[in-house]
């Protein structure tokens, strides 16, 4: 094989790839490429949505935890000081 890459073998033409055997190659490559993008592009797709859900699920897990402590959801708004539910225990009269 090494023979190949020689650029003179005794007197005779240089040796070398012919212009078929490199079109097969790049037809080859081609056939593979049209194959193997949509494949990698569901597996990004769906790797992107498994992420989603489970970012949601930890959210709900997050929201759940806080109504089972404070007995209500979390508010969400743009003001830092809405964040917290307001009967935490910091907010409550004492009696």
């Given at each position: 094989?090494?023979?190949?890459?020689?650029?003179?073998?005794?007197g005779?033409?240089?040796?070398?790839?012919?212009?078929?055997a490199?079109?097969?190659?790049?037809?080859?490559?081609?056939?593979?490429?049209?194959v193997?993008?949509?494949?990698y592009?569901?597996?990004?797709?769906?790797s992107?949505?498994?992420?989603?859900?489970?970012?949601?699920s930890?959210?709900e897990?997050?929201?759940?935890?806080?109504?089972?402590d404070?007995?209500?959801?979390?508010?969400?708004?743009t003001?830092?000081?809405?964040?917290?539910?307001?009967n935490?225990?910091?907010?409550?009269?004492?009696?």
């Amino acid at each position: 094989m090494l023979s190949v890459f020689r650029a003179r073998a005794r007197g005779t033409r240089p040796l070398g790839f012919t212009l078929i055997a490199l079109m097969m190659v790049v037809a080859t490559l081609g056939i593979l490429a049209v194959v193997a993008i949509p494949k990698y592009i569901s597996y990004v797709y769906k790797s992107k949505t498994s992420e989603a859900v489970g970012f949601l699920s930890e959210i709900e897990a997050h929201h759940e935890s806080c109504r089972a402590d404070f007995g209500q959801y979390c508010g969400v708004s743009t003001s830092e000081t809405d964040w917290y539910p307001s009967n935490n225990p910091g907010n409550q009269p004492q009696t």
